[in-house]
Nanobody
Framework: QVQLVESGGGLVQAGGSLRLSCAASGSIASINDMGWYRQAPGNQRELVATITRSGRTNYADSVKGRFTISRDNAKNTVYLQMNSLKPEDTAVYYC???????????????WGKGTLVTVSS
């Protein structure tokens, strides 16, 4: 069984930094795109950043220049370095990945359970 587990969330003051991590584990054969999404109270889940296996990245306009997504393919882990945090970045951050398990020959999309990031003003 494949699972994604996020860590690194917490409370930080505006202007501060946090680094989120998401480790994929289980019967994994290959991981394609990985990414981070977030959902603030009362809002829909939105894309924050994605990264392909080869390292090509994509960011939401709201985080460009402040957040950096990276991954370690050997560790099946994706990271999100968040700098210059703003109160509007407060949300639950979810990890997402397209994964082929050893039990299935096709990519399936997986979500983590989320980690809360709170930015105080």
């Amino acid at each position: 069984q494949v699972q994604l587990v996020e860590s690194g969330g917490g409370l930080v003051q505006a202007g501060g930094s946090l680094r989120l991590s998401c480790a994929a584990s289980g019967s994994i054969a290959s991981i394609n795109d990985m990414g981070w999404y977030r959902q603030a109270p009362g809002n829909q889940r939105e894309l924050v950043a994605t990264i392909t296996r080869s390292g090509r990245t994509n960011y939401a306009d709201s985080v460009k220049g402040r957040f950096t997504i990276s991954r370690d393919n050997a560790k099946n882990t994706v990271y999100l370095q968040m700098n210059s945090l703003k109160p509007e970045d407060t949300a639950v951050y979810y990890c997402n990945a397209d994964i082929i398990s050893v039990r299935s020959p096709v990519f399936a999309n997986y979500w983590g359970k989320g980690t809360l990031v709170t930015v105080s003003s």
